[in-house]
């Protein structure tokens, strides 16, 4: 913090730890807080591949997922003409980046009313047309068995659920939900579309086992895959090899067949 506060181009500070998982670390948290440094301030305005959001500073970590930056303008450059389904769509990253990039009909999935409700001025702030992205609150799960009773396909599905293994210890339970997500999202792929599959649990990305759960997926789901891209957090997130832990987030576009 003192070394931050100390750098003229930044103009707040806002300190939001868990206090829970820092403990675990074996941190000392007393000499860390600087109320000086801290604005008080709930909303800001961002700007991120030509796309403006209004991102809520007292919503979901940070407020807003930058490491999904480079992945969300990839998403851009496949979605023309396309329909597309944001699964956990929180704020509106991916399905905005979707719409922006000429898909025909979005729509995005999640259970934060907050964050819909962002999501939906973040339409408006960008002059989006509200008839071809849409968001819906509903549990990712619940909506998509009942899109698959519908029989309904969309030519790109993006998942990106929130950390289901927050540590090692749970990684086995955290695998089931992972797999049956992804055979879920898979059953709502048309045949040869696209399905951008994500996971944020360094527990998961770290075990190597996320390739084979998305197998175990396609075969409950009577799918065949192929992997189309394989990336990880943007570029400002390097990893130091002497901490593998820094490898965290898993984004992996298949093809499903």
Not at 101 to 127: C, M, Q, Y
Request: charged share 25%; glycine share 8%; net charge positive.
């Amino acid at each position: 913090m003192d070394c931050l506060s100390r750098l003229n181009i930044i103009k707040r500070i806002i300190w939001r730890p868990t206090v829970e998982i820092l403990k675990e670390e074996g941190l000392d948290l007393s000499d860390l807080k600087k109320p000086d440094l801290i604005i008080p301030q709930t909303r800001v305005k961002v700007m991120e591949n030509r796309i403006s959001y209004l991102i809520s500073l007292d919503g979901q970590k940070t407020g807003f997922y930058a490491d999904q930056r480079e992945n969300r303008f990839f998403l851009s450059t496949i979605s023309e003409g396309r329909r597309v389904l944001d699964i956990c769509c929180y704020s509106g990253g991916f399905a905005l980046n979707a719409a922006s990039g000429g898909a025909l009909d979005v729509i995005g999935i999640d259970t934060s009313l907050p964050a819909l409700e962002l999501a939906k001025e973040n339409v408006a702030l960008n002059g989006l047309d509200p008839q071809r992205i849409s968001f819906l609150r509903q549990d990712a799960t619940e909506f998509m068995k009942a899109a698959v009773s519908r029989n309904e396909l969309w030519d790109i599905v993006i998942l990106d659920p929130p950390k289901l293994a927050p540590r090692k210890k749970v990684l086995k339970s955290a695998s089931g939900m992972y797999r049956n997500l992804n055979y879920l999202a898979m059953q709502l792929t048309k045949r040869g579309g696209l399905l951008m599959t994500c996971s944020c649990s360094g527990a998961m990305t770290q075990s190597g086992q996320f390739f084979r759960i998305l197998q175990g997926a396609a075969s409950m789901a009577g799918r065949k895959i192929t992997v189309v891209r394989q990336a990880g957090a943007a570029c400002d997130h390097p990893i130091d090899p002497a901490y593998p832990e820094g490898a965290y987030l898993t984004n992996i576009l298949l093809r499903v067949l």
